[in-house]
């Protein structure tokens, strides 16, 4: 038997919020923050047919959702598996204490044409990570701020949650939060009444985002935090990667346009960003996508970035974008047809490298970018590099040097020998140079840690060639193989290393990894010989 659920609203005038302990000394905070709730919730629940609809359609919510109450918000569709003939279409949700619309263990719910204002905790919520088909249409949020009146998710809330990319989010904005308009922030597995091992939300394909707005975020548009890799099927095992594509995106007057902290195969496509302060996008740690090809690589295309927009309000708050986009680390990254505007001061920069506080913020690095189809308007500083094992650019087009196939790679070295440096770089006392090389060559980005003798630790690694050498510092922090070093060598060289200042030894072990042998052709791999320098033998 489906349930039928008729609900009387009165309007402000008949029934005035109890509003008695506001605004007085002592005022009890959790009295004053009870308010009207809405719930769908069938017991009964088979799977096999929907035993609770809830259909709320054009009607007001107002002073809603009960502070310190799990599961009391305003609207909360709860545990009832597959609810395709629900809906809440139309509705104006303000002034709420706990949320606005919460789907908790139920899917193909539609949520359209709803203004949530004055929110407390995240706005459009998703719960456990099991949620999935749902659909956010042309629904705005405006004034999402920051509560703690329930978990801590709601410390930085968001206008929307998501806890599984199996959901549809098309033609939403969300402006004046306290943190962000999107946060996907999917667990290694669904937490609550629908827990389960068998779901892994992190590898989950995305559904389906297109047309979406971040606006006046105290933070992020976008914040991918922690993980997102998706895999085909979302397998929870291993799968081939899965491309996820976050479509015409519009994000601006924010910290940052987008954040993606540990992200795989996840692209940008036909987006704008304009006047985010810190950055447009900025990536930090590129995993589970170890491919590099023109479909499924992550990356940013066809999207257009202003650092400095004419608009009155952005110059006079001070939002001139920083850095453009901040690359993550990682050797698969791709920024195709982008477009930079106005980046015209000293400190503005189109293409910068991530750092990771705590993990890794110096001495860093040492992947390679392809860049095709770039485009610089009113732009002084194209990139910059702050050591010589940062990172390199290959430039498939000459969009970036002025050199088509070129490797542009930071000049703080002697064991190679490039053309001129590059035009448009930002060359203060603080960078190194960068240098337009040969764009046939290969580079393999060489970590290691673990060394024995421990008396080689804190000493730097130097490895030579012909043409002279290049270092790499001891560092504590490292983005792999921290206690290690990292040093980035040319593919096809004889390279003899060794460490600065370090005694005679007869025997040195430590533990490391090579990027980058990829095949040459149906036989070779692309190699280069590393002797320790006879001074240990």
């Not at 921290?482 to 060794?498: A, I, N, R």
């Amino acid at each position: 038997m489906v349930h039928s659920l008729i609900l009387l609203f009165l309007f402000s005038g008949e029934f005035v919020p109890q509003t008695c302990f506001q605004g007085r000394f002592g005022e009890e905070v959790g009295s004053g923050e009870f308010g009207v709730t809405i719930m769908a919730h069938s017991s009964d629940n088979d799977g096999t047919r929907q035993r609770s609809i809830l259909r709320l359609s054009f009607i007001e919510v107002y002073y809603a959702g009960q502070a310190f109450r799990l599961g009391r918000y305003p609207v909360h569709f709860h545990m009832n598996g597959i609810m395709s003939e629900s809906y809440a279409y139309g509705l104006a949700i303000h002034k709420t204490f706990n949320r606005a619309i919460n789907i908790h263990g139920s899917h193909q719910v539609r949520i359209e044409w709803v203004v949530a204002y004055n929110v407390m905790g995240g706005a459009l919520f998703l719960e456990d990570g099991i949620e999935t088909k749902n659909y956010y249409g042309h629904v705005l949020v405006l004034f999402c701020k920051a509560s703690s009146s329930l978990l801590n998710d709601d410390i930085t809330p968001a206008g929307f949650w998501a806890t599984n990319p199996d959901n549809t989010y098309e033609f939403c904005h969300a402006a004046g939060g306290t943190h962000f308009a999107f946060w996907f922030k999917m667990d290694e597995h669904p937490l609550g009444p629908s827990a389960t091992s068998s779901v892994c939300p992190r590898h989950v394909p995305l559904l389906r985002f297109f047309g979406n707005v971040g606006h006046s975020q105290g933070w992020f548009g976008i914040w991918i935090f922690p993980d997102y890799y998706p895999r085909v099927g979302g397998a929870c095992g291993w799968a081939e990667t899965e491309l996820a594509i976050f479509d015409n995106f519009f994000s601006w007057h924010n910290e940052k346009g987008i954040e993606f902290v540990n992200a795989g195969a996840i692209q940008i496509h036909n987006s704008l960003f304009v006047g985010n302060k810190k950055a447009g996008y900025e990536g930090k740690q590129l995993v589970g996508s170890d491919r590099r090809d023109e479909v499924k690589s992550p990356g940013i295309r066809n999207s257009v970035i202003v650092g400095k927009s004419t608009i009155a309000d952005v110059q006079s708050t001070g939002h001139a974008t920083k850095c453009a986009l901040v690359l993550p680390y990682g050797d698969t990254f791709m920024v195709y047809d982008v477009t930079f505007h106005n980046f015209d001061d000293a400190d503005q920069t189109a293409l910068c490298f991530t750092k990771i506080d705590g993990t890794c913020s110096d001495q860093c690095g040492t992947y390679e970018y392809p860049v095709s189809g770039l485009v610089f308007n009113n732009v002084l500083n194209r990139l910059w590099f702050e050591w010589a094992n940062q990172g390199r650019f290959k430039d498939k087009d000459g969009s970036l040097s002025g050199t088509a196939n070129a490797l542009i790679v930071a000049g703080d070295r002697t064991d190679i020998v490039c053309g001129s440096e590059m035009p448009g770089y930002k060359n203060t006392g603080l960078f190194v140079p960068a240098l337009v090389c040969d764009g046939s060559w290969h580079f393999h980005r060489l970590a290691f840690n673990n060394i024995s003798p421990a008396s080689l630790a804190g000493k730097d690694f130097i490895c030579e060639n012909t043409n002279g050498q290049i270092r790499s510092p001891f560092m504590t922090h490292r983005l792999t193989h921290p206690d290690g070093w990292v040093v980035d060598l040319k593919s096809d060289e004889t390279y003899y290393c060794y460490f600065d200042n370090a005694e005679d030894m007869t025997n040195i072990s430590f533990s490391g990894q090579m990027n980058e042998l990829r095949v040459r052709n149906s036989n070779v791999f692309y190699i280069f010989i590393i002797h320790f320098s006879e001074l240990y033998s």
